[in-house]
């Protein structure tokens, strides 16, 4: 199971939210509607973004649709948490994370 399934699974199972893979319909009401943007990537964001398409095997625009998804969802969950993201690991242990 990929890191990415992990997150799949995990979101919708414990916040009722669930992120859609690359062939699932994208845009407002489900549809198939796309919205073009540019956008303007520090070295560190494109690093990343090669990484995670490369690795995942996305194209880098649903590797950025999904970022996108994933960071809406995690500001929901600190929304709730007094501005914490807390994750549980596999040991056991509790990571607080916080973004500014």
Known sequence: MSRTDTLDHRAAVNDDVDIPG?????????GNGLTRVTVNLNQQAMKALEQISSTERYSKTDTINRALQIYA?????????????RVQHA??????????
Request: proline letters at 6%; hydrophobic letters at 40%.
């Open 22 to 30: 690359p062939g699932d319909p994208v845009g407002a009401g489900g």
């Open 73 to 85: 969802i995690v500001q929901e969950i600190m929304d709730r948490n007094e501005g914490v993201l």
């Open 91 to 100: 040991n056991g242990e509790i990571e607080r994370i916080h973004i500014i």
